[in-house]
């Protein structure tokens, strides 16, 4: 069955990075526009960045333009989510999602678990 899991989330100080890996499995990874999410408490999900299956194309929220980075191996079935410049308010659990098709105007149809980042001094 399909699957997703995330890892790479931790505690990090203002202006630190990390990066975020989702680990795909159960379909055919190449085929599928994927994404990440992030979910803050008390707040709605809301998307954070978009890659297109063969990773030529890229979408980013305007609030972490310019510093996350979002890249995908189709080799090893995994997308990436590299965060610089960590600010406070990007404090949230982090998702990886597949969208429905090779497009990322589809909807998402699976979901990983989620992986908590906290920036904090």
């Known amino acids: 069955q399909v699957q997703l899991v995330e890892s790479g989330g931790g505690l990090v100080q203002p202006g630190g990075s990390l990066r975020l890996s989702c680990a795909a499995s159960g379909f055919r990874f190449s085929m599928y526009a994927m994404s990440w999410y992030r979910q803050a408490p008390g707040k709605e999900r809301e998307l954070v960045a978009r890659i297109s299956t063969a990773g030529r194309s890229t979408m980013y929220a305007d609030s972490v333009k310019g510093r996350f980075a979002i890249s995908r191996d189709n080799a090893n079935d995994m997308v990436i989510l590299q965060m610089n410049s960590l600010k406070v308010e990007d404090t949230a659990v982090y998702y990886c999602?597949?969208?429905?098709?090779?497009?990322?105007?589809?909807?998402?149809?699976?979901w990983g678990q989620g992986t908590q980042v906290t920036v904090s001094s």
């Open positions: 999602s597949r969208h429905r098709s090779n497009s990322w105007h589809s909807g998402n149809d699976y």
